[in-house]
């Protein structure tokens, strides 16, 4: 399945935002009845994509009108593509908010800085799971040393690749970053990449970066810095175009690219074709011959030919597992949710043991470390899980979303891909992006 983060937003629609919830607190609680229990109500839940399964849909509908009885969940599902813009709107409006809420976890900072959330409270952390929940996800979601939006679940990147291809070649799976890019530059040939990664893909590319120590940016206090200059991150975007040059036959416009279709001998059977690709764990179910499914329709076998393909995870400068973007979620209650305490027992449900478990069964990482396991344990898991423990996510600053608005990073990717100087585009692009970062114009 295809996730697409990108994000339509600015620094003036978020402080629009800002201003409308100033007149609304985040701490006003719903009526309640003579015993003390919420009153029935219905209210809604915004998931985002297809990742949420049917099923579990299902499950938390049904389990949360048998808990909250004469009350009902209605779940809407909103595209990825203009999301932040739906949400700045409907946020701010007390009679449309949707009462909970599922957001990227690169939009989540941005959304919790502005007060688009209702706080959740030390108690109610400790008892959706605390500690235990993934913390870089936790910290997404914090503002002011508060927690505003959580984890709901994660995925991690790694390499599919053309075994019958490498092998062909004499390549084994290389154990360093260097042993790497010499593999899939010697792949390349005229109609096939030997690691097809579009010009612009940033979310991919930033994994050179993590993994030779550098930074996207850093805090001190409260004020962010973009810390491209810094010499371990133009070594990892040097090492990344590189790659991107020498293996690539993709444009240097390209983004958010269906990768698998390249793995699969090419998009429509037809060149250029790729020996390896980067994607999250999801995308084996994209990979593959086709078949026909119970229905009679036809889907890929999800890499059921092991001769073909397999998976490694992309290795770290001196070995290892080199750090990776982490996809995935994070779930809020609206600020201006009428309903905040129905509001807060569906987050009970989604951070229970039953449910957490659910998603690990569906391939979705668990936000609860304690079910990882529900993952399973073949390789996909276990690729899956050793990812994530390595992985990173963008920096957790209010003007990231702006950030990602504008484009930024697919104009930088995008000139280092045509041949830029590195240095001077980390000058440039620093100046460029600090002020964002803070959420200044």
Not at 7 to 18: G, I, K, Q
Not at 126 to 144: K, M, N, Q, R, T
Not at 213 to 227: H, I, K, P
Not at 319 to 325: I, K, N
Request: aromatic content about 10%.
């Amino acid at each position: 399945m295809k996730r697409n983060r990108l994000v339509a937003t600015s620094v003036a629609s978020t402080m629009t935002l800002a201003l409308a919830l100033s007149a609304c607190g985040s701490g006003d609680s719903g009526d309640t009845s003579a015993d003390g229990s919420p009153e029935a109500a219905n209210i809604t839940l915004w998931v985002n994509g297809a990742d949420t399964p049917q099923d579990l849909r299902d499950y938390l509908k049904t389990t949360f009108e048998a808990e909250n009885p004469g009350s009902t969940l209605t779940i809407e599902e909103q595209t990825w593509d203009g999301l932040v813009t739906k949400l700045t709107t409907a946020l701010a409006d007390a009679d449309n908010t949707p009462d909970v809420v599922e957001i990227g976890n690169t939009q989540a900072p941005t959304f919790s800085a502005v007060g688009a959330f209702r706080e959740i409270s030390p108690e109610f952390f400790e008892e959706l799971g605390g500690d235990d929940l993934l913390p870089s996800f936790v910290e997404a979601g914090d503002f002011d040393g508060r927690h505003y939006a959580l984890p709901y679940y994660f995925g991690s990147r790694y390499m599919f690749y053309r075994k019958d291809i490498w092998s062909a070649a004499g390549l084994e799976v290389p154990t360093t970053l260097a042993e790497f890019a010499e593999s899939v530059k010697a792949l390349k040939t005229d109609t096939q990449s030997g690691f097809a990664m579009g010009g612009q893909d940033w979310r991919n590319g930033i994994s050179w970066v993590f993994a030779n120590g550098g930074e996207l940016a850093t805090v001190d206090g409260t004020t962010w810095t973009s810390t491209l200059s810094d010499p371990n991150t133009i070594k990892g975007l040097e090492e990344w175009q590189d790659v991107y040059q020498g293996a690539s036959l993709l444009p240097s416009t390209d983004r958010d690219v269906a990768y698998w279709d390249f793995l699969n001998d090419g998009t429509d059977g037809e060149a250029p074709a790729a020996a390896t690709i980067m994607a999250p764990g999801w995308a084996r179910w994209s990979i593959g011959d086709l078949t026909k499914n119970d229905a009679g329709d036809e889907v890929r076998d999800g890499m059921a030919d092991e001769t073909r393909f397999d998976i490694f995870a992309l290795p770290g400068v001196d070995g290892g597992v080199a750090p990776v973007f982490a996809g995935g979620s994070n779930v809020a209650i609206s600020a201006k949710s009428k309903h905040p305490e129905l509001a807060e027992n569906l987050l009970r449900i989604i951070f229970s043991a039953d449910f957490q478990k659910q998603l690990g069964g569906a391939g979705l990482g668990p936000a609860n470390a304690q079910y990882m396991d529900s993952l399973g344990t073949d390789k996909f898991a276990e690729t899956m899980i050793e990812t994530a423990k390595a992985s990173k996510l963008t920096p957790a600053a209010p003007g990231w979303a702006a950030v990602e608005g504008a484009f930024v990073y697919e104009d930088l990717f995008k000139e280092i891909a045509e041949g830029g100087d590195v240095t001077a585009l980390a000058k440039e692009y620093d100046a460029k992006l600090t002020p964002m970062l803070n959420g200044e114009s």
